[in-house]
């Protein structure tokens, strides 16, 4: 229900209605569930109405019980002979029941386990078990206007009272009564989640807050993945540390290896192989007028390794000399944009017997 055209009308009191048959109202009320907004599911037991509103001596049910049942007999016609043949008809008689109407004015408790919600009014409304439900159905009656005879204008009737107690923020363009009601629900749901504080939120609050067992296990790791570096023996051991750090650690190293969709068929995944043991973004900062400011970050970077005994004596110029080397058969950024020009689909068998030690 918007009430983005709404609050432009004029609301009116409806001058009194016509007498008309109780069911008239009666089926017409059962309607303001479509015209609120959403779709009320109400399950019943037994046969039994779940919910029913006692207005104006009227019972307006969403799951209706009647205490009578149309019956029906047949009786037999009398019976035609002839000296030929003997004929029997049979002439059904109909006969039905009244269904009397339920004019009571407090509530019929159909419903077990019910809860009974009294408005300011003589009305008595009836909810629905279980009792959580009676805020909404509350709710649901305070939306209607039922100064209004829903005859003679039945919008009103059925969004009056949540038009006369709903406003637009400055903020707002319109109000749905929908996602009100959503957000109303997302709110309490959060609320009572943060009330029971669950027993995993604040160790893993408290885990975010503990920078020195978080720097102490930083320390570890980073010392374990040096000293691995340090203790290789060939170029077979060092592919494969460095293909264990880009699948475990996505640390890029030589290549760099990834699962992405076959650019010419987007029903097929393949295994991604590209180039990288670039420090920097691209072999373009490797020209001399560039590399200044990333040489002094080096020679710092490497004195925070003296204490690691395998890089005794590593120095700036000979990392340098080494990334110079890969930038000068590695493609510019431009030329990796191309992605006909850095398509080369290969059988996993065709990478393992051309390139072994990338396998």
Not at 101 to 118: C, E, H, K
Not at 136 to 143: D, I, M, R, S, T
Not at 314 to 321: E, H, I
Not at 335 to 356: C, F, G, I, N, R
Request: charged share 15%; aromatic share 8%; glycine share 4%.
């Amino acid at each position: 229900m918007s009430e983005n055209s709404s609050l432009l009308r004029n609301t009116q009191e409806a001058p009194a209605a016509n007498a008309r048959h109780w069911w008239f109202k009666y089926a017409l009320a059962g309607g303001a569930v479509v015209v609120i907004g959403g779709i009320v599911w109400i399950a019943t037991a037994q046969g039994k109405p779940v919910v029913a509103i006692t207005l104006q001596g009227q019972v307006t049910s969403f799951n209706v019980t009647t205490t009578g049942a149309p019956v029906t007999t047949a009786t037999s016609a009398p019976e035609n002979t002839t000296a030929a043949t003997s004929t029997t008809t049979a002439a059904p008689e109909t006969t039905t029941t009244a269904v009397p109407a339920t004019t009571n004015a407090s509530i019929v408790r159909n419903a077990t386990n019910a809860t009974v919600l009294t408005s300011t009014t003589d009305n008595t409304i009836e909810a629905p078990y279980p009792a959580q439900f009676a805020t909404f159905f509350k709710e649901f009656v305070a939306n209607l206007d039922r100064s209004v005879d829903p005859c003679d204008d039945f919008y009103q009737y059925a969004c009056g009272g949540w038009l006369k107690t709903t406003t637009l923020k400055p903020s707002d363009t319109t109000v749905d009564s929908s996602d009100y009601v959503a957000a109303k629900d997302n709110d309490r749901i959060l609320k009572d989640i943060l009330a029971t504080k669950p027993a995993d939120i604040d160790p893993f609050y408290q885990a975010c807050l503990a920078e020195g067992d978080v720097n102490a296990d930083a320390i570890e790791d980073v010392s374990v993945r040096l000293n691995h570096i340090a203790n290789i023996q060939s170029l077979d051991d060092l592919l494969v540390l460095a293909g264990i750090l880009n699948t475990e650690s996505s640390v890029s190293s030589f290549l760099d290896v990834s699962v992405t969709t076959d650019p010419k068929n987007a029903t097929l995944n393949v295994v991604e192989i590209i180039q990288g043991g670039l420090t920097l973004p691209s072999v373009e900062y490797y020209a001399a007028d560039k590399l200044a400011p990333y040489v002094a970050s080096l020679q710092s970077y490497l004195a925070t390794l003296a204490t690691v005994d395998a890089f005794t004596g590593v120095t700036a110029k000979s990392v340098l000399n080494f990334e110079a080397q890969l930038a000068k058969i590695s493609l510019t950024q431009v030329e990796l944009q191309d992605p006909w020009a850095t398509y080369h689909k290969y059988a996993v068998s065709d990478v393992t017997a051309k390139y072994p030690q990338i396998a």
